[in-house]
């Protein structure tokens, strides 16, 4: 290996190192959460989709919106936003409501029978997780959560407490 040029050259390297030795690691926990996803999910095999549950999962979690704010959350068009509901409010999961600033703006919101599902869901996956926390050394626990949340924080998601669903116009119980 040739030394590097500068100081500066080596600092690159090495960060781009730590970038993909780091990249790979969350990769190989991605495929672990995705994982513990999908199997949570089959609680509630054929009621929704992955992309369905987390659109529910939005509208718990930020509480009632537009289909334009929700299609940015999922970060797909809004008319495949405006169908997802459509499927959704057929299975009485969400609701649309006329607002009553504007008649032509509609608001999603969820259904008891919407929370219930994601509260089901949400439980059964938290369960795994607490299950595969418990196999990690107790010394290393508050560091993977530290690098957690900094990923999380990251990649623009909301944090953990944002996952009880909303206020309470809109809580689980």
């Known amino acids: 290996m040739t030394p590097p040029k500068t100081r500066q050259d080596g ?3 090495a960060i781009d190192s730590d970038v993909d030795e780091l990249s790979t690691s ?3 926990a991605s495929r672990a959460i995705v994982g513990v996803a999908a199997r949570s999910l089959s609680a509630v095999e054929g009621e929704v989709t992955l992309v369905q549950y987390r659109a ?3 509208l718990g979690s930020r509480g009632p919106q537009n289909v334009s ?3 940015e959350g999922l970060s797909i068009h809004p008319s495949t ?3 997802l509901c459509d499927r959704l409010a057929d299975k009485g999961l969400i609701q649309r409501l ?3 600033a504007s008649r032509r703006e509609v608001t999603l919101t969820l259904t008891p029978a919407g929370r219930s599902l994601v509260k ?3 439980s059964r996956r938290k369960k795994e997780i607490g299950e595969i926390v418990e196999r990690i050394p107790p010394g290393l626990r ?3 959560s530290e690098a957690f949340i900094t990923f999380g924080e990251a990649a623009g998601e909301t944090h953990d407490d944002a996952w009880k669903l909303g206020d309470a116009r809109d809580s689980v119980g």
């Open 11 to 13: 600092i690159a390297r």
């Open 26 to 28: 969350i990769l190989l």
């Open 56 to 58: 529910l999962v939005l």
């Open 69 to 71: 704010s929700l299609a």
């Open 81 to 83: 936003t405006t169908r």
């Open 98 to 100: 006329t607002s009553p």
């Open 120 to 122: 089901t869901v949400t």
């Open 142 to 144: 508050r560091s993977v």
